[in-house]
């Protein structure tokens, strides 16, 4: 009997263990799909992104063409006029807000992706929270009060963009836990302060429903979300959590049914050496006998023609559709104080076409600015970063765009390497 019984215990044994190998094979592949899942819908995100900003890049664009020409309009004769002329100047805004909005939604596509470049730079934690808080204005002011508490805090690292987005889409939850409706007996909370250890604090408070324990734990699990289908992804707290993560700090939830929430962001401060300096002023290009020469190479034409709009009274402007183009027009002699082109094009890539540049008239080479919607790869990105050219993201506002131009005509001249050979002949060594 006892052999039996031994034997009995061996074989149950072996049975569990085989069990348990069949368990956690199961668990690895489900991780393995889960993660070949996130990746292929990242790169689906990448791809969203990069479609969505061509479209948006000359929305935005005219937009602001419109707002600066009603700015700088002259005051109307009558009453009417002058009433009308003060509601198209809201619509405009208005729109103005809603393609911002847009904006932000593509770059946590891009975030979500991990394709979007990373500029970390000391940042005050009070020009974050104050541009969140004006994009969110609409959600917040039918739901709660809003409250700010702000303390000083230091300066952190951290890409601009990325952070703005983490405090919209924050404030953006605390505002959809409360209903619409009853605003004076809700509020929200936005508090600010520094720990004990230096680190910025910034916690985002609300009067909402709260969250039930099991929800609370997977709030930061990719595409979970409480919302009914169409009005959540299950991305935003998820893209929060990466972000924050990645700039070394944390990012907690404390709530409970019929309490609320509290949303907790810690983050490092900036090293001392890299806290924040006044702001340079705007270097302005020196006044000269002729008009600058910008070219502009984009394949969609709605770009171009919104780059035009913003600059033509400015520049002596002349717009291409691929980098050929722009090719035959340096190679046939002409020069341009500007280059404004974008990276992902058929045929030849921005990219490609500095290359090009390099090799057969440096000088323009050194006048590129890169305009991009969105970077796919790492090697993309890391001979972005090599060229040490400017870059501006889609879609750019006309002030940012002018005051780069600006720069890039104020700065200095890098050295240039052109040989004694005609541009042609070194095209054609070229190959």
Same mark, same amino acid.
């Given at each position: ?130 541009? &969140? ?9 039918? !739901?709660? =009060? +809003?409250?700010? $508490?702000?303390? %000083?805090?230091? *300066? ?124 340079? &002023? ?9 008009? !600058?020469? =910008? +070219?502009?190479? $984009?394949?969609? %034409?709605?770009? *171009? ?124 060594? &070229?190959?």
């Amino acid at each position: 009997n006892d052999q039996v019984l031994t034997a009995v215990a061996a074989a149950v044994q072996v049975e569990e263990e085989r069990w348990r190998a069949t368990r956690e094979r199961q668990q690895i592949e489900i991780q393995l799909r889960n993660a070949q899942k996130l990746e292929a819908i990242g790169q689906l995100a990448a791809g969203i992104a990069h479609e969505i900003n061509n479209p948006l890049a000359y929305v935005t664009a005219n937009l602001e063409v419109v707002a600066e020409s009603l700015a700088a309009a002259p005051p109307a004769a009558s009453p009417e006029q002058r009433a009308e002329h003060a509601e198209m100047q809201a619509a405009i805004g208005d729109a103005c807000e809603g393609a911002e909005r847009v904006r932000n939604i593509v770059r946590g596509l891009r975030s979500f992706s991990r394709s979007e470049e990373e500029k970390r730079v000391p940042i005050a934690l009070s020009d974050v929270l104050a541009a &969140a808080i004006r994009l969110t204005g609409n959600e917040v002011k039918h !739901r709660a =009060v +809003l409250v700010l $508490d702000l303390a %000083p805090t230091p *300066a952190v690292l951290a890409d601009d963009g990325r952070l703005t987005q983490v405090f919209i889409n924050l404030v953006i939850n605390a505002a959809h836990a409360i209903p619409e409706g009853n605003t004076d007996a809700n509020r929200i909370t936005v508090r600010t302060r520094t720990a004990r250890d230096g680190r910025a604090i910034v916690e985002i408070e609300d009067t909402g429903a709260g969250m039930p324990p099991e929800v609370q734990a997977r709030a930061f699990d990719p595409f979970f979300t409480t919302k009914e289908v169409g009005e959540g992804t299950g991305l935003g707290l998820s893209i929060c959590h990466g972000i924050i993560s990645g700039l070394g700090g944390q990012i907690t939830i404390d709530s409970a049914p019929g309490r609320g929430c509290l949303v907790r962001v810690v983050l490092p401060p900036a090293a001392a050496e890299a806290q924040l300096a006044p702001p340079p &002023a705007l270097a302005i290009a020196d006044a000269a006998p002729r008009r !600058r020469r =910008v +070219l502009i190479i $984009d394949d969609e %034409p709605r770009v *171009a023609q919104a780059l035009e709009r913003m600059l033509h009274t400015d520049y002596d402007l002349t717009l291409v559709s691929c980098g050929a183009s722009a090719l035959e027009h340096v190679t046939a002699g002409a020069r341009y104080d500007a280059i404004i082109t974008d990276v992902m094009m058929p045929n030849m890539t921005g990219i490609e076409l500095f290359d090009r540049l390099e090799v057969l008239a440096p000088d323009q080479a050194h006048r590129v600015i890169f305009l991009t919607g969105g970077v796919f790869t790492p090697q993309t990105q890391a001979r972005l970063e090599a060229a040490g050219t400017p870059q501006l993201q889609k879609p750019v506002g006309a002030q940012e765009l002018r005051a780069c131009i600006a720069k890039l005509l104020a700065g200095p001249r890098r050295a240039e390497r052109v040989s004694a050979v005609p541009l042609r002949d070194r095209e054609a060594s &070229a190959g």
